[in-house]
C-alpha cells in the first residue's frame, strides 16, 4: 500500500505564507499525479492544485497565482506553497496521489489533514 504523510500546516495572519509537504511511501511502484484538497467546515472537500509526474499542474481558481505545487520529486514528495492567504483558505488540507502500490492497481490515497487558519 502507499502511506501519505502531510506537515507544514498551521495558524498564520491574513497576507501570510505557509508552505505544505506530502511525502508518499510504501510499496510503490508508480505514482500517477499528487495533488491537494481541502475541506472547511460545512463544505465539501474541494481540489486545491494537482500536479503529474510529467509535472503538469492544475489549479482551482481560487489560488490560482497565490499558491504553488512542486513538481513530484525523487523522494516522491509534494509541497504546496501557499502565498497571499486569505480566511477563506481557512481548511483542513488533505494531500491526495493516484498511485499504483505494487502487485495493485492504480487508486487514489489520501492523508490523515493538516490544519490551516487564517486569521484576519
Known amino acids: 500500500q502507499v502511506q501519505l504523510v502531510e506537515s507544514g500546516g498551521g495558524l498564520v495572519q491574513a497576507g501570510g505564507s505557509l508552505r505544505l509537504s506530502c511525502a508518499a511511501s510504501g510499496r510503490i511502484f508508480s505514482i500517477n499525479t499528487m495533488g491537494w484538497y481541502r475541506q472547511a467546515p460545512g463544505k465539501q472537500r474541494e481540489l486545491v492544485a494537482t500536479v503529474t509526474r510529467s509535472g503538469s499542474t492544475n489549479y482551482a481558481d481560487s489560488v490560482k497565482g497565490r499558491f504553488s505545487i512542486s513538481e513530484i520529486n525523487a523522494r516522491n514528495t509534494v509541497y504546496l506553497q501557499m502565498n497571499s492567504l486569505k480566511p477563506e483558505d481557512t481548511a483542513v488540507y488533505y494531500c491526495?496521489?493516484?498511485?499504483?502500490?505494487?502487485?495493485?492497481?492504480?487508486?487514489?490515497?489520501w492523508g490523515q489533514g493538516t490544519q490551516v487558519t487564517v486569521s484576519s
Open positions: 491526495n496521489a493516484n498511485a499504483r502500490a505494487i502487485l495493485s492497481e492504480a487508486r487514489d490515497y
